[in-house]
């Protein structure tokens, strides 16, 4: 066993985020196993390896991924992430929830669940005191 199979599917969701943070695409694919998938539970996209790290690769723009949070259970992991405009010219902002699955030191399936920044609605803010 090399040290890329001992990484928790947290510590590897750690380095995922900071290689879509840096544009680091070969890095991503390194991550990511043969047999990978990934789904979005919004739109029902689904992509294999090479598909998901061209979506990243090809997404228009330049992006900041910034890891807010992640929780580590051994071969499963979850990861909170900010997503915003890594040039200024828009305050365009998400946020995504990672969930993700490891085996052998390689993610091999995510969900990502993708929300975008809103304002609350007037019916549903607090009456101030």
Same mark, same amino acid.
């Given at each position: 066993?090399?040290?890329?199979?001992?990484?928790? #599917?947290?510590?590897?969701?750690? %380095?995922?985020?900071?290689?879509?943070?840096?544009?680091?695409?070969?890095?991503?694919? !390194?991550?990511?196993? !043969? !047999?990978?998938?990934? %789904?979005? @539970?919004?739109?029902?996209?689904?992509?294999?390896?090479?598909?998901?790290?061209?979506?990243? /690769?090809?997404?228009?723009? /330049?992006? %900041?991924?910034? %890891?807010?949070?992640?929780?580590?259970?051994?071969?499963? #992991?979850?990861?909170?992430?900010?997503? @915003?405009?890594?040039?200024?010219?828009?305050?365009?902002?998400?946020?995504?929830?990672?969930?993700?699955?490891? /085996? #052998?030191?390689?993610?091999?399936?995510?969900?990502?669940?993708?929300?975008?920044?809103?304002?609350?609605?007037?019916?549903?803010?607090?009456?101030? @005191?």
């Amino acid at each position: 066993m090399n040290a890329i199979e001992q990484n928790t #599917a947290g510590e590897l969701l750690v %380095r995922f985020a900071t290689h879509i943070d840096d544009a680091n695409w070969d890095g991503l694919a !390194d991550l990511l196993a !043969d !047999d990978f998938r990934a %789904r979005y @539970s919004t739109t029902g996209e689904e992509f294999d390896k090479q598909g998901f790290v061209a979506l990243n /690769r090809d997404y228009p723009g /330049r992006w %900041r991924f910034e %890891r807010e949070d992640v929780v580590d259970a051994g071969d499963r #992991a979850v990861l909170r992430a900010r997503v @915003s405009d890594a040039t200024g010219t828009s305050d365009e902002t998400h946020f995504v929830a990672t969930f993700a699955t490891a /085996r #052998a030191g390689q993610l091999t399936e995510i969900v990502e669940v993708w929300a975008e920044v809103a304002q609350v609605p007037l019916d549903r803010r607090p009456t101030p @005191s």
